[in-house]
Structures are given as C-alpha cells and as structure tokens.
C-alpha cells in the first residue's frame, strides 16, 4: 500500500502543479483527482503509472514558456550614441534621460548633487549618472564610453555615451561603431556653439566619424537652450540651424530624411519627456526628444544572414565572455561559431543581452556571450565571432575609395602614406600601397589621368596595408563591416569604404 500513496501524491503533486501553471480550473483539478482515484484502482503495474505525470508537466512548462519568448521580441531595440563636442551636455542629456525614465531614483540624485556641490560643480550632478569613474567626475569630462539602458512605450534603448574631448575620439569612434541612430549634443550658449563648430572642435569630426561609421540618422538637439545668453531665442537657434545644415550635407547626411533638429535643456528637462511648455518657447511646435527618439525608423537588419560580432571587448568570468553587437544573424546558446581571424572553433554557453540572460538574440542586439574552446587572451577587440559556414574574410590588404577630409600642414596623399586604420572595432597601423585612380566628384567617374598624390577634399582609390591579419567585408556586403575612418596624430585624416578584398596566401576566405 505504501508505493500506492506515493503514486497518488505523485499525482496530486502533479495536478496541483498544473494548476498552479493557470492550465488547469478548479473543476478540472476535482475531476482530475477523481480520475487518479479510479486509475489507481485498476492499476498494478506501478512503473506504468510514474511516467504520465513527468510528461504532461514537460508539455504544459514548454506550452508556458513559449510565449513568454514572444513578448519579450515586441519592443524594438536600438543603440544611441551621444556625441558632440566637450562640454556641449552630453552628459547631463544622458543623465536626465534616465531620471525621466525612472531608471534612477531621487535619492541618488540628491546623493550626485551633494557630491557635486562639494567639488563645487553644482551643475553636473546629473552628468555623475552617465560617467561613474572618479577621474570624469574630477575633470568633468567623459573618458569611457558611458552605457545605460532605458524604454519609452515602443522601444528599448541603450545609451552610448561617447567622450567629447579630442584626445578620446578613438574611445568615441568604438562608441559610434555600435550605434544606430545618434544624437548629437550642440551648446547654444554664446561662444560654445562657435568653439565646437570651428575648425578644430568636435562637432565637426563627430558628425564626420558618425556617418562613416554607420549611424545613419541623427538627431541635432540644442542643448542649454535655457542659458542667460540665449534664453529660448529662436534667432539662436535659427542660426545654429542654418549653420549645421550646409555642414550635415557635405558629410553626407540626407537632411530632409535622417536629420531631425529640435531644442532642449538637459540640465532642467526641458523638451525631453514632455513637449516644452508653451510659456517657456512659443515658437516650438514639434515633437520632445523622447517622440523624436520612438519615431525614429531604422532600416532592418537581416536576422537570417550569416552571423558576424564584431569583439570589442573581452574578459573571465567564470570562462571566457566577449561583448560586442550583433550586426547580421542570429545567436542561440549551444550555436558553434568561429572566431577569427585565428580560426578558433568556440562554443556558445551563455548569452547576456543587456543584464538579463536571454536563450536567443538578433541583430542590433548588444551582447556578451560566454564561450567555450577559447582562452581571453587569444581573443582581441576587431576579431570576429561569425558562423562556421560563411566565415567572414581575414585579409591583410584590400581596396578601399576615400574621401581626404583634412591632411595634416603640407601633407600630401600619396604611396607610402601611413595611417591608423579604424573599421568596426579594429585599430591597426596601416600604409597607403598604390593610388589606382582619382574620382571626379561631380560625375562620381573615374578620371582618366594617371594618379600619384592627392590633396584634401579628394576621392581616390587606393590599395591599403595593414601589418597583421584583419576581418573586414566589402562595403557592399556589409557596410557595417566595410566603412573605416584614417587618422593621424590624433586626427581624422579620411573616411572611406572596402571596394574589394586582395586574398592573401593566408587569407581565410569561405575557400
């Protein structure tokens, strides 16, 4: 009789499991008691009776989990880099964007503003959310590339925000690198708009690097909006607006289509959550930044591509962990990948999508992924986790089209012309081999004259170098993997686009 009541409370257990899955009502519970009752009755054997049980709760826990899957992939996610020169508000923008989300709570904000008002800097209290390190509160100024999470209704966002100061543009450019959409940070107040703008400032290069590097639309806010010197004033930002316009056109930018201005105040809200009050600015009659931020449409990625991540960063915990941004395919765990360009064949454990762990993720998705096969020190940032069935190119030469923007004094262009070459999340020396041909940039067509040097503002084709193996895609494949930025002394020398890939011997092509 014992092995008898333990099958009932088997059962029971089992019904009572069920239930509390929200699958069974209270009536089907009574009824299915009664039916144990009754196979109890008739059963003998007891091995045949233990397994239904086991089988009708896996069906009913994978019946529940399925769904919960499905909600989750509703919100749309999207990367957003903060960028714009030092000082413009970049910062304390990103910072009052968490407030307004309620990602951050008033008392630690009230903690950020004693600690701001002790090093007597009363207005960066909110620019301590975005940068956290002892040295960027002292200095004020942004070094890292800050990162936080926050949703509106549609979408779910991660904030990059990017350092503004001139000697941390590479650390900006791999914040740019995993960006969709940007916001760039403009200071109306008298005399910072100008510094920025200038030859020299920020702004320039920011805008330049951003729509090298993909982010294809962009946000201009103008920020400090509520300063004495420019107090809500629509010529003020008329005449910013006038002055950016010509500037995004020659970068590039479509200002019709992926340009959108618009006025804030980060340090008190202004404009953000909430469209600004009429009584403040009644001239301003479009949309609040978070609006502007959820009507953004960002051309899709292809979940079903071939997989490629580029690494930019990687470190132990409990194995191997890399983090990077999904930009084609998708990612399960247990998926065998690649890394290369070493060609290390890896394991996928976990995956880390924001904090939480997540079973699958797509592309646009930031990720850390733990792996097996795979020590942290083989791995560098610029390698690549992509699929073993199209591997991406490991190349140590290509063909690339640039565009000169500004040599450095009396340099020119030409053979021999050494550089530092950034494409997605690699950095590495490399040199001019060969200019094969200068392009007109009226008619877009190659010039027929033979070509040697070239001087600022030119487009030319050209074969470049670098010393070690590096992943890179055509630009007609995968832009993301394609475009790359020059720079020399700590300056954005060109911006171009991989024509084609040169194999080398050693070169891993899908071969």
């Not at 084709?461 to 002394?489: A, H, M």
């Given at each position: 009789?014992?092995i008898?009541?333990?099958?009932?409370s088997l059962?029971?257990?089992?019904?009572e499991?069920e239930?509390?899955?929200?699958?069974?009502?209270?009536?089907?519970?009574?009824?299915?008691v009664?039916h144990v009752?009754?196979m109890e009755?008739?059963?003998?054997?007891?091995?045949?009776?233990?397994?239904?049980?086991?089988?009708v709760?896996?069906?009913?826990?994978?019946?529940i989990?399925?769904?919960v899957e499905?909600?989750e992939?509703?919100?749309?996610h999207?990367?957003?880099?903060?960028?714009?020169h030092v000082?413009a508000g970049k910062?304390t923008?990103?910072?009052?964007?968490?407030?307004?989300?309620g990602?951050?709570?008033?008392r630690?904000?009230?903690?950020?503003?004693k600690?701001?008002?002790?090093?007597?800097r009363?207005?960066?209290?909110?620019?301590?959310?975005?940068?956290?390190?002892?040295?960027?509160?002292?200095?004020?100024k942004t070094?890292?590339?800050?990162?936080a999470?926050?949703?509106?209704?549609t979408?779910?966002f991660?904030?990059?925000?990017?350092?503004?100061?001139?000697?941390?543009?590479?650390n900006?450019?791999?914040?740019?690198?995993?960006?969709?959409?940007g916001v760039?940070v403009?200071?109306?107040?008298?005399?910072?708009?100008?510094?920025?703008?200038e030859?020299?400032?920020?702004?320039?290069?920011?805008?330049?690097?951003?729509?090298?590097l993909?982010?294809s639309?962009?946000?201009?806010?103008?920020n400090?909006?509520?300063?004495p010197t420019?107090?809500?004033?629509k010529?003020?930002?008329?005449?910013?607006?006038?002055?950016m316009?010509?500037?995004?056109?020659?970068s590039?930018?479509n200002?019709?289509k992926d340009?959108?201005?618009?006025?804030?105040?980060?340090?008190?809200?202004?404009?953000m959550?909430t469209?600004?009050?009429k009584k403040?600015c009644p001239?301003?009659?479009?949309?609040?930044?978070?609006e502007?931020l959820d009507?953004?449409e960002?051309?899709?990625r292809?979940?079903?591509?071939?997989?490629?991540?580029p690494?930019?960063?990687k470190?132990?915990?409990?194995?191997?962990?890399?983090?990077?941004?999904?930009?084609?395919?998708?990612?399960?765990e247990?998926?065998?990948?690649?890394v290369?360009?070493?060609k290390?064949?890896?394991?996928?454990?976990?995956?880390?999508?924001?904090?939480d762990k997540?079973?699958?993720?797509g592309?646009?998705?930031?990720?850390?992924?733990?792996?097996?096969?795979?020590?942290e020190?083989?791995?560098?940032?610029?390698?690549?986790?992509c699929?073993?069935?199209k591997p991406?190119?490991?190349?140590?030469?290509?063909?690339?089209?640039?565009?000169?923007?500004e040599?450095?004094?009396n340099?020119?262009?030409?053979?021999?012309?050494?550089?530092?070459?950034?494409i997605?999340s690699?950095?590495?020396?490399?040199?001019?081999?060969?200019?094969?041909?200068?392009?007109?940039?009226?008619?877009?067509?190659?010039?027929?004259?033979?070509?040697?040097?070239?001087k600022?503002g030119?487009?030319?084709?050209?074969?470049?170098?670098?010393?070690?193996?590096?992943?890179v895609?055509k630009?007609?494949?995968?832009?993301?993997?394609?475009?790359?930025?020059?720079?020399?002394e700590?300056?954005?020398v060109?911006?171009?686009?991989?024509?084609?890939l040169v194999?080398?011997?050693?070169?891993s092509?899908?071969a």
């Amino acid at each position: 009789m014992d092995i008898e009541e333990d099958i009932r409370s088997l059962q029971l257990d089992s019904a009572e499991d069920e239930k509390s899955n929200g699958v069974l009502t209270g009536d089907a519970k009574l009824e299915e008691v009664e039916h144990v009752d009754k196979m109890e009755e008739d059963t003998k054997e007891v091995e045949q009776v233990v397994p239904p049980p086991a089988q009708v709760n896996k069906k009913v826990t994978e019946a529940i989990e399925k769904p919960v899957e499905k909600v989750e992939e509703k919100k749309r996610h999207l990367n957003v880099v903060f960028i714009g020169h030092v000082d413009a508000g970049k910062s304390t923008t990103g910072g009052q964007i968490l407030f307004l989300s309620g990602q951050v709570d008033d008392r630690t904000i009230q903690k950020y503003e004693k600690e701001a008002k002790d090093k007597s800097r009363e207005s960066w209290y909110m620019a301590y959310i975005m940068d956290t390190n002892e040295e960027e509160r002292l200095k004020g100024k942004t070094v890292e590339v800050g990162r936080a999470y926050f949703e509106t209704e549609t979408t779910r966002f991660t904030i990059l925000d990017a350092p503004g100061h001139k000697s941390y543009v590479p650390n900006m450019i791999s914040g740019a690198s995993q960006a969709d959409i940007g916001v760039l940070v403009i200071s109306a107040r008298k005399g910072e708009f100008e510094t920025g703008y200038e030859r020299g400032g920020q702004t320039r290069e920011h805008v330049q690097l951003a729509k090298t590097l993909g982010v294809s639309k962009l946000l201009v806010v103008v920020n400090k909006m509520d300063d004495p010197t420019v107090n809500w004033s629509k010529d003020r930002y008329d005449e910013i607006e006038s002055k950016m316009i010509p500037f995004l056109r020659s970068s590039g930018y479509n200002v019709k289509k992926d340009v959108l201005f618009l006025p804030i105040s980060g340090l008190v809200g202004s404009n953000m959550k909430t469209r600004v009050d009429k009584k403040v600015c009644p001239w301003w009659n479009g949309p609040c930044l978070f609006e502007a931020l959820d009507a953004i449409e960002v051309p899709p990625r292809d979940p079903n591509g071939p997989f490629r991540l580029p690494i930019i960063d990687k470190f132990k915990d409990m194995g191997t962990v890399i983090m990077g941004k999904v930009e084609s395919g998708s990612v399960s765990e247990g998926d065998s990948l690649l890394v290369m360009p070493n060609k290390a064949q890896v394991k996928v454990l976990a995956i880390f999508c924001d904090e939480d762990k997540s079973m699958r993720a797509g592309p646009g998705e930031n990720l850390r992924i733990r792996l097996s096969g795979i020590e942290e020190e083989d791995i560098l940032s610029g390698f690549v986790l992509c699929s073993i069935a199209k591997p991406i190119s490991a190349v140590s030469e290509f063909t690339a089209q640039l565009q000169i923007l500004e040599l450095l004094d009396n340099a020119i262009f030409t053979a021999g012309y050494k550089a530092v070459l950034h494409i997605h999340s690699v950095v590495e020396e490399c040199e001019i081999v060969e200019l094969l041909q200068q392009i007109d940039p009226k008619t877009k067509k190659p010039m027929k004259k033979k070509v040697l040097f070239v001087k600022n503002g030119a487009i030319v084709v050209c074969r470049i170098q670098v010393n070690n193996l590096i992943c890179v895609e055509k630009f007609s494949d995968f832009p993301q993997l394609g475009r790359f930025t020059l720079r020399t002394e700590g300056k954005t020398v060109a911006v171009g686009k991989v024509m084609d890939l040169v194999s080398s011997n050693a070169s891993s092509s899908a071969a």
